[in-house]
């Protein structure tokens, strides 16, 4: 569900906003939507992110081993 805000802009980045707009044949809106998404996927971190390690299979598995702790 989308809402509506009001907000204002530097006149030079409203320029480039327009600009940039019609090369790209997008509304406004689209356009701040889609710089706010990623620079808040670039600045937050979520809990939903899939946790990895640096480590690798070898080509061999115990099960002794594994459930020996």
């Known amino acids: ?9 530097d006149k030079k980045l409203l320029e480039s906003l327009n600009r940039y707009g019609q090369q790209e044949r997008r509304s406004r809106s689209q356009i701040i939507e889609m710089a706010l998404e990623e620079f808040l996927r ?9 946790v990895t390690s640096a ?7 115990s099960r002794e081993e594994t459930y020996a702790r």
């Open 55 to 61: 480590g690798r299979y070898e080509g061999r598995f």
């Open 42 to 50: 670039n600045r937050c971190v979520t809990d939903d992110q899939i």
């Open 1 to 9: 569900m989308k809402s509506h805000i009001s907000a204002t802009l």
